[in-house]
């Protein structure tokens, strides 16, 4: 759908401009509107400048901010490569004329204009020449556009100036879209690199309290204040590897908790694991993404049934066992996550509500705040399966 500014100046064109010259002008406006990038549109726009004026060259002239400079941006026609990046003075030549006027010039004898600031290569002669400036929105100007030596020994006439500024309306707002596309796109870049840069804080400062917590764990001797630092770690260790996905996967909003889990139960492994205890982690998952809150539940979850494992189930094994870790999404858009084991089993009226530990009342709060079930089975060993939403 057309802007209330696209409007107006397409009525502009048809008031102006008729029969053949009306055609080929709307027709290079809509291959111009369709231009995302910079260098697009301006390369673009200088296509549509010779195809619409019938000319031997053409060029397209941006201002610096902060010089007041004409940059030569994007020229056509034969000395393309020589005059492109030139610069142009302040108020130098017919351009800066244009500028400080606001207003289209041309003229079919430039070797008597004054206003000629002379070429800018020796290996070209203009003949005529016109040029308009470049508004953008708030009126100020963001450079012009030339179009030089119509074909055919024409000359430029008034009638030339509505064609010309018709199209040089539509080409700044075409450059000035794009510069507020790319202006919002490296805002974006900034801001993913400020957060990775967060998230990498985050996972290092959690390492390091990680670190901390084992060099005291090391001088501990009572079991259970030895047992309570592991945990600690283990849950620490959790919110860790959300933060090192996150980092290293372009801060996306989603996690792949089939990676997620199998980097989780491989520290955890590591950091719970007994010499004379072999404890093996056997995985079934398939990629299920989901939202890095929703995981970090997860992963806490995953966590303290993990060391409850470790702690409880091969009490009576002194071989060990192995713990089985299953994910999959259903058809129905849940997500079934199981952990089970090989080991002692449970009571057969254990729940978590009525446990007292605070790991159980942790994975309480987890499965709320996932809004998940869970389903305790016995037989070999203990199974959990949790059911919860994507």
């Given at each position: ?258 990676a997620y889990l199998r980097q989780l139960a491989g520290k955890i492994a590591e950091t719970l694991s007994d010499p004379a205890k072999k404890v093996a982690i056997k995985m079934e998952t398939e990629p299920v993404h989901i939202d890095t809150e929703r ?96």
């Open positions: 759908m057309q802007s209330k500014k696209e409007k107006q100046l397409n009525k502009r064109v048809v008031d102006n401009v008729a029969g053949d010259s009306l055609q080929l002008l709307l027709k290079n406006i809509t291959s111009l509107n369709r231009a995302v990038e910079l260098q697009g549109v301006l390369k673009e726009s200088l296509d549509v400048i010779q195809n619409v004026m019938n000319v031997e060259a053409s060029s397209l002239m941006l201002i610096d901010e902060s010089t007041g400079e004409l940059i030569v941006s994007m020229p056509t026609g034969p000395v393309r490569s020589e005059i492109q990046g030139k610069r142009l003075e302040k108020g130098i030549g017919i351009s800066g004329w244009v500028i400080e006027h606001k207003k289209t010039y041309y003229s079919n004898d430039i070797e008597h204009d004054e206003n000629f600031g002379g070429e800018l290569s020796d290996e070209f002669t203009t003949r005529n020449i016109i040029c308009t400036p470049l508004f953008k929105k708030d009126k100020n100007v963001l450079g012009v556009l030339q179009a030089i030596n119509r074909f055919d020994n024409e000359d430029f006439s008034n009638r030339d100036i509505n064609i010309f500024e018709a199209l040089a309306d539509h080409v700044a707002a075409a450059i000035e879209r794009t510069q507020e596309i790319e202006g919002l796109q490296q805002e974006l870049d900034d801001k993913e690199l400020m957060l990775r840069e967060v998230h990498h804080r985050i996972k290092n400062n959690l390492s390091t309290l990680t670190a901390l917590i084992e060099m005291e764990c090391n001088e501990v001797e009572d079991p259970h204040a030895k047992h309570v630092l592991e945990s600690t770690c283990s849950r620490i260790e959790s919110m860790t590897e959300v933060h090192d996905l996150l980092h290293n996967s372009g801060l996306t909003h989603y996690i792949d908790m089939s995981a970090m539940s997860c992963g806490l979850l995953i966590n303290e049934l993990l060391v409850n494992a470790y702690k409880h189930a091969f009490k009576n094994k002194p071989g060990g066992g192995h713990i089985f870790i299953k994910l999959r999404q259903t058809d129905s858009d849940y997500v079934n996550l199981t952990v089970s084991d090989d080991g002692a089993g449970i009571d057969k009226d254990f729940s978590f509500e009525d446990s007292g530990s605070i790991g159980s009342w942790l994975i309480n709060v987890l499965l709320r705040r996932l809004e998940a079930t869970v389903d305790i089975k016995q037989g070999k060993g203990a199974s959990f399966l949790i059911r919860f939403k994507k």
